[in-house]
DNA sequence: TAGAATGAAAA
DNA sequence: TTTTCATTCTA
C-alpha cells in the first residue's frame, strides 16, 4: 500500500532514491533495513558481507566508534531519510490501540470512518482513560527525545536537509532532522543498514542522532539487553540486573541506553555490553562462538547430546526432508524438550533468563556466522548450529535444500527465481522447517507435557514464529534473545518479568522456531519464509475465522481461536504440505495445543497484543499482508498471519511501519507494546454508550439533534457530564468551522444507532439521557481540521434543517455510509434499538418525557427521516440553533445528574 | 497518494 | 494561528 516501503526500492538506484517509504524512520535502523525487504535483493546480499566485516570490527575494538561511526554515518544518512518519527500523541495511541476493535466492530468502514469512530471514543473517553493515554505518549515523547536529544518535530517547514540532496530518501518530508547526519551516500546508506543489520548489537545504531523513535530506542535498549544477556550468559550471571536495577520506566531507560553510550560503550554498564558484544561478535563471524555459548549456557550431557544429534541430524535432514524425522532425531528433540523443561524450572527468572539467553546467543551467532560462512562455507553453518545451543536452529538453516548461505541471498534469490511473480513470496523451504517445526512442537509439548500427540499443527509454529519473529526478524538471534529477555530486564522490575522469562523460556525452548522466525523478517527467512508462507496460506481459512471471532479486547478468545484454528489448520496443512510438516512432526497437534497455551500466555501478557491488532487487521485483509508481511515478517504480523493469515484475504499488509518497526524493535518494541498493551482498551460496548452520545453530538452539530434513541439515563452523571462538556468544547469548535457537518450527521446518526443500542442494553430507558442531548447538541471535535481543508462549503444547512444541494449530495453519501457502517440500524437492531422506521422513533420520542427529549427525539426523527427522505426532514424538524443547545445545557445536566 | 481523526511542536 | 506530521489503511 503506502508506497511500498518495503521492498521497494529499486535495486538499482535504489537506496537513495528513495523510496523509502512513508515510514522511513523505522526503517532506517540497520536491523529493520536489513529485514525490510525494501533493499534490492542485490544490494543486501552485498550489504550482507560487508555487515559481517563491520560487526565484527565494531565488536572488536573499541575503535568500534570509528568504524562503527562510519556505520553510523550510513545510519546518520539513515536516520536523516527516514529519520525517527516523531511520537505518537495520546491520540494516536488510542487509535492505535483501538482501532482494530472498531474495524472489527465494522469491518466494512474504512480507515477514515474508523478514524472517525476513534475520535468519537476519543472525545467521550473519560478523562482519566485519556490522561492513561496521554500520560503513554508523555512517556514515550520524553523517551523518544531522550534519545534524540536534537529532534525537531518538525523539519521545519523548509526542511533544510531533506529536499536537497537526500531528497529523495526522504520522499516524505521530514527529514526531520536529527542533528547528527551529515550527508550521505545513499549506496552508503545502504550498505550500513544491512552492515547495521547485522545482528548483533551495534549500538552504533544507538546514536540519539540516529536513534529514530521509540522503535529505534527500543532496539538499541534490545541490542543493549542483548548483549547484557550474552555476557550475562558466558558468565552465566544476570546481566539483566542492571536493567532492574533502573527504577525507570523501561522506555526510559531504553532511550538512556541507546542515547548513552550505545555506540561505543559508554559507562561501565557499556563495558560490559561491548564485551558481550565482541564476545558475541569474535564468535560469531568464525564457529568458535558456538562453543561459548554452549559453555556459558549450562547443558546438560543429555541436552548436549541432543544438540549433537539434532544438529548432525540437520544436514541431512535438509536434504532428506523434514519430513521424516529419524527416531535419533526425535529422541535428541525430546532430550531437549527434557532439557528445557528443567530449564524453565530453572530458569525461574534469572536462571531462566541466562538459559534462554545462551540458546538464543548461539542462534546469534550462527546467524552471524550463517551470514558470513554463507558467503564463505555453508559447511561452517552446520558445526556453529552442532556447536551452538539451538540446535535446531542450525540444522533448519542448514537444512535447506540449498546450500546454507545466506539466507538472505537464498531467500531473495529463491524468490526472484521461483516466485517471480510475486517477490516477497517465499519459496518454501520443506525439511528445515519441518525439523525446526517439529522440534519446537516437541519441545513446547514436553514443556507442557503434552508431548505425545502428534497433531501438530503448522500452526504452532507460526505462532511461534510470530511472536519471536517479531523481535528475531532481523537476526534470529537477536530477536531470541532481545525478545525473552530485554523484554525481562527491562521489566525485571515488573511482575511481568516473570511471565516473560515464561515466555521465554518457552521460546528458548523453542530455539529453533525462533530462530526461523527471527530470520524471516528481515532476512529472510527462506526457509522460514517458505514454510511461514505455506503455513500462511493454509492456516489463513482458519485463522481467519478464529480472527472474526476473536475479540482483541479478551485473550482468552485467542484460545478459542487457536482451537478453532487448530482443526481448520490441521486439515489445511495436511491438504497442503502433507507432505512435510505433518509427517515430519508427529506431535504437532499436541505441540499445537501447547502454542496455543503458551500464545494465551503470551497474550495476557500482553506480548502479544500487537498481535491482537494485527489480528484484526488481519481479519480485514489478512491476505495480503502475509505476502508482504512475510518478507517483512513482524511479529505481530506473524502472529496475525499465523492466526488470522488465513482468514483474511484482503491482506494485511500490514502498514509497512509494522513490519519495519517490528523487526527491529523486536522485544524493545515488545515492551513498547507492553506499556502500550497496558494501556486500558476499551470494548467497543463501553464506548457504544458514550459513543452515542458523542454520536449524537455529531448529528446535532451537524444539522439537528436528532438522536432520539432513547438513551437511557444510566449512565454515571459524571461520565454525562464530563461528555456534556466536550460535546460543548467541541461545539464550540464546530460552530467556528461549523461547515460540514452534514456528513457526519448522516454518519453519525447509525452511530448513534448503535449507541442507542448500548443504552437499550443498559436499560430501556427512553428519555433521553442528558447526555445524548448534549452529545446531540455538541459536535464532534474532528471538523475543525475538514474545515480548513475546504470541505465545509458543500455542507451548511439551512435552518430549516435542509440540506443544501450539495448537503443532498452527501446526504445520499450517508445513506450509503449507513449501508456500509455496521452501526448503523443493523447494529441497533441487533441490540434491540431500532429505528428503521421513522415513526416508531417519532413514536418514541414522543413518549419521552419532557419538552426537551421530545424536541430531540423529533430532531433525531427529523435526522432519520432526513437521511431516507430529504423532504421529510425538512418538515419535521427545525434544528435547534447553538444557542438553545447552551441553554439546554444545564437542563440536559439536571437530567444526567437524576 | 489523499484523507480521517487529534495533538504536539514549530513557524 | 496555521502547518506538519505522527498512525492506519482504504479507495
Not at 315 to 322: D, I, K, W, Y
Not at 420 to 439: H, I, T
Not at 619 to 632: Q, T
Not at 810 to 839: A, H, I, M, W
Request: with cysteine; hydrophobic share 25%.
Amino acid at each position: 500500500m503506502k508506497g511500498g516501503g518495503g521492498g521497494k526500492e529499486p535495486p538499482g538506484e535504489g537506496e537513495v532514491s528513495g523510496k523509502r517509504p512513508k515510514r522511513k524512520c523505522l526503517q532506517w535502523h540497520p536491523l529493520l533495513a536489513k529485514k525490510a525487504p525494501d533493499f534490492s535483493e542485490e544490494e543486501e546480499e552485498e550489504d550482507e558481507e560487508e555487515l559481517e566485516k563491520e560487526p565484527v570490527l565494531c565488536a572488536e575494538s573499541s575503535v568500534q566508534e570509528g568504524e562503527c561511526g562510519g556505520m553510523e554515518d550510513d545510519s546518520e544518512e539513515y536516520s536523516s531519510e527516514q529519520r525517527a518519527r516523531r511520537p505518537m500523541n495520546a491520540f494516536l495511541l488510542f487509535c492505535k490501540r483501538h482501532r482494530s476493535l472498531v474495524r472489527q466492530e465494522h469491518p466494512r468502514l474504512d480507515n477514515r470512518g474508523a478514524t472517525k469512530i476513534l475520535a468519537d471514543w476519543w472525545a467521550v473517553l473519560d478523562p482519566k482513560e485519556k490522561q492513561k493515554y496521554t500520560d503513554m505518549a508523555k512517556e514515550y515523547k520524553d523517551a523518544f527525545m531522550k534519545a534524540n536529544p536534537g529532534y525537531k518535530w518538525c523539519p521545519a517547514t523548509n526542511k533544510p536537509v531533506k529536499s536537497p540532496s537526500h531528497s529523495v530518501s526522504n520522499s516524505r518530508k521530514k527529514v526531520w532532522s536529527l542533528p547528527s547526519n551529515p550527508s550521505k551516500d545513499p549506496s552508503v546508506a545502504k550498505k550500513q543498514p544491512k552492515t547495521d543489520s547485522t545482528p548483533q548489537l551495534n549500538f552504533a545504531m544507538a546514536d540519539p542522532n540516529k536513534m529514530g523513535g521509540l522503535s529505534m530506542l527500543l532496539l538499541a535498549g534490545e541490542h543493549a539487553l542483548t548483549a547484557r544477556e550474552i555476557s550475562s550468559s558466558s558468565s552465566q550471571t544476570g546481566c539483566t540486573d542492571v536493567a532492574k536495577h533502573t527504577g525507570k520506566s523501561a522506555l526510559f531507560q531504553l532511550a538512556e541506553i541507546s542515547s548513552s553510550p550505545a555506540q561505543s560503550a559508554g559507562g561501565s554498564k557499556n563495558a560490559e555490553d561491548t564485551s558481550s558484544l565482541t564476545h558475541v561478535e569474535a564468535s560469531g563471524p568464525s564457529q568458535p562462538s558456538s562453543p561459548d555459548l554452549p559453555k556459558s549456557c549450562v547443558k546438560s550431557p543429555l541436552f548436549q547430546l541432543a544438540e549433537q544429534i539434532s544438529s548432525s541430524r540437520s544436514p541431512s535432514a535438509s536434504e532428506g526432508r523434514q519430513c521424516g524425522q529419524s527416531a535419533l532425531f526425535q529422541l535428541a528433540e525430546m532430550c531437549l524438550a527434557s532439557e528445557a523443561e528443567k530449564m524453565e524450572a530453572r530458569s525461574s527468572q534469572p536462571s531462566g533468563g541466562s538459559s534462554s539467553l545462551c540458546a538464543q546467543s548461539s542462534t546469534e551467532i550462527p546467524d552471524r556466522e550463517e551470514q558470513k560462512e554463507a558467503s564463505e562455507l555453508p559447511l561452517t553453518t552446520s558445526s556453529s548450529s552442532s556447536t551452538s545451543g539451538s540446535t535446531s536452529s542450525t540444522p533448519t538453516e542448514t537444512s535447506p535444500c540449498k546450500t546454507p548461505k545466506k539466507k538472505k541471498k537464498k531467500k531473495e534469490n529463491k524468490e526472484s527465481d521461483e516466485n517471480p511473480a510475486s517477490p516477497k513470496k517465499m519459496k518454501k523451504r520443506q525439511s528445515p522447517e519441518s525439523d525446526l517445526d517439529s522440534v519446537t512442537f516437541t519441545i513446547e509439548a514436553v514443556v507442557k507435557g503434552a508431548w505425545g500427540s502428534e497433531e501438530t499443527p503448522k500452526k504452532k509454529p507460526r505462532p511461534s514464529e510470530s511472536e519471536s519473529s517479531p523481535t528475531a526478524e532481523q537476526s534470529p538471534s537477536v530477536k531470541k534473545k532481545t525478545k525473552p529477555k530485554p523484554k525481562k530486564q527491562l521489566k525485571l522490575k515488573d511482575d511481568a518479568m516473570q511471565e516473560e522469562e515464561e515466555d521465554a523460556d518457552k521460546v528458548a525452548n523453542k530455539p529453533q522456531d525462533v530462530e526461523m522466525i527471527t530470520e524471516e523478517a528481515p532476512m529472510t527467512p527462506k526457509t522460514e519464509c517458505e514454510d511461514e508462507f505455506d503455513v500462511k496460506v493454509e492456516p489463513p481459512c482458519g485463522m481467519e475465522d478464529a480472527m472474526l471471532q476473536f475479540s482483541p479486547m479478551e485473550p482468552t478468545e485467542v484460545d478459542e481461536k487457536e482451537d478453532s484454528d487448530a482443526k481448520p489448520l490441521e486439515s489445511r496443512q495436511e491438504d497442503k504440505d502433507p507432505e512435510v510438516k505433518q509427517e515430519v512432526c508427529g506431535s504437532r497437534k499436541s505441540e499445537r495445543s501447547c502454542k496455543g497455551a503458551l500464545y494465551k500466555t503470551l497474550v495476557s501478557e500482553g506480548m502479544l497484543t500487537s498481535l491482537r491488532a494485527n489480528v484484526d487487521r488481519g481479519k480485514r485483509g489478512s491476505m495480503r499482508g502475509s505476502v508482504s508481511d512475510h518478507e517483512g515478517s513482524w511479529n505481530d504480523e506473524n502472529w496475525g498471519f499465523s492466526q488470522a493469515a488465513t482468514s483474511n484475504p484482503k491482506k494485511l499488509k500490514k502498514s509497512k511501519s509494522k513490519d519495519e518497526t517490528t523487526p527491529g524493535l523486536g522485544k524493545l518494541e515488545e515492551e513498547f507494546e507492553k506499556k502500550f498493551n497496558s494501556l486500558p482498551q476499551y470494548s467497543p460496548l463501553t464506548f457504544d454508550k458514550k459513543s452515542v452520545a458523542v454520536t449524537k453530538k455529531k448529528k446535532n452539530s451537524t444539522s439537528s439533534p436528532p438522536e432520539p434513541p432513547k438513551t437511557c439515563k444510566g449512565s454515571s452523571s459524571s461520565q454525562k457530564k464530563t461528555l456534556f462538556h466536550k460535546i460543548v468544547n467541541k461545539y464550540k469548535h464546530r460552530k467556528e468551522k461549523s461547515s460540514g457537518t452534514d456528513k457526519e450527521v448522516a454518519m453519525f446518526e447509525p452511530v448513534a444507532t448503535e449507541s442507542s443500542p448500548a443504552v437499550k442494553s443498559s436499560s430501556p430507558c427512553v428519555s433521553p439521557s442528558p447526555e445524548p442531548q448534549k452529545i446531540l447538541d455538541i459536535p464532534v471535535g474532528s471538523q475543525k481540521r475538514k474545515a480548513r481543508k475546504n470541505k465545509i462549503t458543500h455542507l451548511v444547512r439551512t435552518a430549516d434543517g435542509r440540506v443544501s444541494p450539495a448537503e443532498e449530495d452527501k446526504s445520499k453519501d450517508q445513506t450509503k455510509n449507513q449501508d456500509e457502517k455496521p452501526f448503523t440500524q443493523e447494529t441497533l437492531c441487533n441490540r434491540g434499538v431500532c429505528y428503521t422506521d421513522p415513526r416508531s422513533a417519532e413514536a418514541d420520542l414522543t413518549d419521552a418525557p419532557g419538552s426537551l427529549p421530545a424536541f430531540f427525539s423529533l430532531a433525531a426523527l427529523a435526522e432519520v427521516a432526513a437521511m431516507e427522505n430529504v423532504h421529510r426532514a425538512q418538515r419535521a424538524v427545525s434544528i435547534p440553533t447553538e444557542a438553545q443547545v447552551k441553554d439546554m445545557a444545564p437542563v440536559l445536566i439536571s437530567c444526567a445528574d437524576q
